[in-house]
């Protein structure tokens, strides 16, 4: 008797020592994530909160841990800020989701005599840096009539709600359009001494003054355009032209139109355009693959490629290119569950209507790597010393993939961090009403986001 009770004694004992264990671990871990958490609220607050440059600025960080589902920093991360170009963060989200592995580039129907085309919104189309343009070569070998058809009901406003509309002449405002062309710019650039025009505008009235003006200007001279007109004129300057891009107004899509029509060498009963409701018997063309046109979006932080990108979900989705619509739907479905509700005017982020929390910014991006997986985000992100993060995080660099922000006033930057013990992070920083250098707050980021990599 006394041998059983020895065993059952010895179960028991084994079985408290498992409790106690098991309880003491959880313990332990929940220290552990304390200190962390105390940590980096000790960080942020020497590196950033109490930094100079953001003393009288706004500030709102978020860090999380998506493996165990739980934030180890937030200040202010449930308030709202203008994140700049943080936006393309969600714009990106509805691209990977809703395009596919490849743009559609034009919706077509052909018959005995005419091929009819609907224009999709895809910015790649006569882009010169996408030199696949296997829809144009198969309409410039052709001899039948081509026939342009937009959507009617297509609601495509050349600028977003809240733009700056006295920065027209800047190439990252390009205006948005149905059928965008040469990326909806005009490009000067001085070759072998001679003024190279892509698309070649001279064949239309498009100067004000003659070329034989250049002659008394010398090389120093710049190009500007009359605000709501296709009229460039030459203006003296104080240094050397080199080269420029300049927004062209697409005039409801007549200016696209035409340059395709000149491009083509096509007259005007060879090639035309018009309005249609019905595009049941078209077939979606393919242009180029989907990533090709994201990956420059976020590196390089293009606008224009943003904007034409929600334009194409909203076509892709709804069936007509409508930035508002496409927005209020996506921020019903996919963002329901949001932390806390954006106010999302635009694509791109040149907007300052544009209102998001860093736990918004969390949510999507945590939702973007459960979704697409980091492989194809480490592709569409860029990484310590590449594009608009060129200049930072290049030691050790392939552990951070984040989008940076900035307007005046504004430095956004969110995305993913791989501490050296492995773990993935998701972060979201948002800085508004600075009145510093920009280059001074970013730096303070970085040496905030690398003590974390490194500690954790």
């Known amino acids: 008797m006394s041998y059983e009770f020895s065993i059952i004694g010895k179960k028991r004992l084994f079985k408290f020592i498992k409790q106690f264990i098991i309880l003491n671990s959880s313990f332990i871990i929940f220290l552990s994530s304390c200190s962390v ?12 909160l109490g930094n100079k440059a953001l003393l009288a600025a706004h500030v709102g960080i978020s860090i999380y841990d998506p493996a165990d589902n739980k934030y180890l920093y937030n200040y202010q991360g449930d308030k709202y800020f203008v994140p700049a170009s943080n936006t393309k963060i969600p ?5 990977m989701k809703y395009l596919g592995d490849s743009l559609v580039g034009f919706m077509i129907r052909e018959v005995s005599d005419t091929i009819w085309l609907k224009p999709c919104g895809d910015p790649t189309f006569l882009n010169s840096e996408f030199t696949n343009q296997r829809i144009f070569n198969y309409l410039k070998g052709t001899s039948k009539n081509i026939y342009v058809v937009f959507h009617s ?3 495509i406003q050349e600028y977003g709600s809240g733009w700056s509309w006295n920065d027209y002449e800047e190439a990252y405002m390009a205006e948005r359009s149905a059928m965008p062309v040469y990326a909806n710019v005009i490009s ?6 001679r003024l190279l025009v892509i698309p070649p505008i001279l064949k239309r009235p ?13 090389d120093k001279f710049s190009v500007i355009r009359d605000k709501d007109e296709n009229k460039f004129r030459f203006w003296s300057a104080t240094t050397s032209f080199s080269k420029d891009r300049i927004p062209f107004k697409t005039k409801n899509g007549i200016t696209n139109f035409d340059f395709l029509r000149d491009t083509l060498n096509r007259s005007k009963d060879k090639l035309g355009f018009g309005l249609s409701l019905q595009f049941d018997e078209y077939k979606k063309n393919h242009s180029q693959p989907t990533d090709s046109l994201l990956k420059p979006m976020m590196h390089r932080s293009d606008n224009f490629f943003a904007e034409q990108s929600l334009l194409m979900v909203s ?8 930035d508002a619509k496409i927005i209020d739907t996506i921020l019903k479905t996919d963002f329901k569950d949001l932390p806390q509700k954006p106010r999302w005017a635009d694509g791109s982020g040149l907007s300052r209507y544009n209102l998001f929390t860093p736990q918004s910014f969390v949510a999507i991006l945590n939702k973007m790597k459960n979704e697409f ?3 194809r985000i480490k592709v569409i992100f860029p990484t310590g010393g590449e594009g608009t993060i060129s200049s930072y995080y290049k030691a050790d660099s392939g552990y951070i993939y984040a989008k940076t922000g900035t307007l005046s006033g504004v430095v956004a930057f969110s995305g993913y961090l791989y501490t050296k013990r492995g773990k993935l992070l998701i972060f979201s920083t948002l800085i508004n009403n600075h009145q510093s250098s920009s280059t001074d707050i970013r730096r303070a ?3 905030f986001l690398q003590g974390i990599r490194n500690k954790y």
């Open 37 to 48: 958490s105390k940590q980096i609220a000790k960080s942020a607050k020497e590196e950033v």
């Open 91 to 95: 714009t990106c989200y509805a691209a």
């Open 153 to 155: 009901k297509d609601e």
């Open 188 to 193: 000067f650039e001085i070759k072998d001494n």
């Open 206 to 218: 498009f100067f004000n003054e003659p070329m034989i003006q250049l002659m008394g200007l010398g």
């Open 315 to 322: 076509n892709e989705k709804l069936g007509v290119m409508n």
């Open 373 to 375: 997986g980091m492989e």
């Open 445 to 447: 980021i970085e040496k």
